[in-house]
C-alpha cells in the first residue's frame, strides 16, 4: 500500500535560516503523483508543487525548491532564508494515475520561524 | 474564478446531534474529493465524486457518514449522529482531471 512519511512533526528555525522538510513515500506504481501543500494559520490547504514520477528534475520557484529522488523515494522541500510567514503546517501528499486522484498525506511537519 | 467554499466554516455541536456540511465546487469541475484531518493527525481521504456518482468512498470511517453530490454540482456530508472522534477539519476539494485538486477553506467541526 502506498504511504508518504513526514518524519518530522515539528521544526523550529530563526528567520533567515534554511530549513528542509522531509518527505519519503512508498509505492509500487510506476506513474504517480507527489504534492507539498501548505497550510497556514488561517487553516486553508494552499498547493505549491506537483511532480510526476517522470520528472527527476530538481525545481526551484523563489525562496522554495524541492528535491526528488526515486532512488530514495524522496520529495524534500528547502526553504531558503525563511520567513516569519513561513510558519505553518506542511504537507507532503502522493497520488496514483491508475486510482481515481485520491491524495494520501504525510502527517504534516509544522514549521515555526521566529524573528 | 471562484474557489472551492465550504460551509460553514467552523461549527460546534453536542454528541448525539447531527451536522451537515456543503461544499461548493469550482464551476465545471467534475470531480469532487472530502477529506478530513483529525487533531495531529494526516489528512485522511473520505470519498471521491464524479458528478453525482461515488466513486471511491473507501475512506467513510462508518456509517454515520453520509455523502451526497445531488445534480452534480455541491456536495453535502452529514453526520449523524456526531460522536466526539468526530471532531476535525473537514476539507473539500475539486478537481476538473484528478491530478489538480483545488481545496476550499475547510470546516472545523466540533463535537463536545
Known amino acids: 500500500a502506498q504511504k508518504v512519511t513526514q518524519a518530522q512533526t515539528e521544526i523550529s528555525v530563526v528567520e533567515k535560516e534554511d530549513v528542509t522538510l522531509d518527505c519519503v513515500y512508498e509505492?509500487?506504481?510506476?506513474?504517480?503523483?507527489l504534492f507539498w501543500y501548505k497550510q497556514p494559520p488561517s487553516g486553508e490547504l494552499v498547493f505549491l508543487i506537483r511532480r510526476n514520477s517522470f520528472d527527476e528534475q530538481n525545481e526551484i520557484s523563489g525562496r522554495y525548491s524541492w528535491n526528488f529522488q526515486k532512488s530514495t523515494s524522496s520529495f524534500n522541500f528547502t526553504i531558503t532564508a525563511s520567513q516569519v510567514v513561513d510558519s505553518a503546517v506542511y504537507f507532503c501528499?502522493?497520488?496514483?494515475?491508475?486510482?481515481?486522484?485520491?491524495?494520501?498525506f504525510g502527517q504534516g511537519t509544522t514549521l515555526q520561524v521566529k524573528p | 474564478e471562484a474557489g472551492v467554499t465550504q460551509f460553514p466554516s467552523h461549527s460546534v455541536i453536542e454528541k448525539g446531534q447531527t451536522v451537515t456540511l456543503r461544499c461548493d465546487p469550482i464551476?465545471?469541475?467534475?470531480?469532487l474529493y472530502w477529506y478530513r484531518r483529525v487533531m495531529g493527525k494526516e489528512i485522511k481521504f473520505l470519498l471521491h465524486?464524479?458528478?453525482?456518482?461515488?466513486?471511491?468512498e473507501s475512506g467513510m470511517p462508518n456509517n454515520r457518514f453520509l455523502a451526497e453530490r445531488t445534480g452534480g454540482t455541491y456536495s453535502t456530508l452529514k453526520v449523524q449522529p456526531a460522536e466526539l472522534e468526530d471532531s476535525g477539519v473537514y476539507f473539500c476539494a475539486s478537481s476538473p482531471d484528478r491530478i489538480e485538486q483545488y481545496f476550499g477553506p475547510g470546516t472545523r467541526l466540533t463535537v463536545t
Open positions: 464551476s465545471g469541475h467534475d470531480n
Open positions: 465524486f464524479v458528478k453525482e456518482s461515488k466513486q471511491d
Open positions: 509505492t509500487r506504481d510506476t506513474t504517480y503523483y
Open positions: 501528499a502522493w497520488s496514483g494515475s491508475s486510482n481515481t486522484g485520491k491524495l494520501i
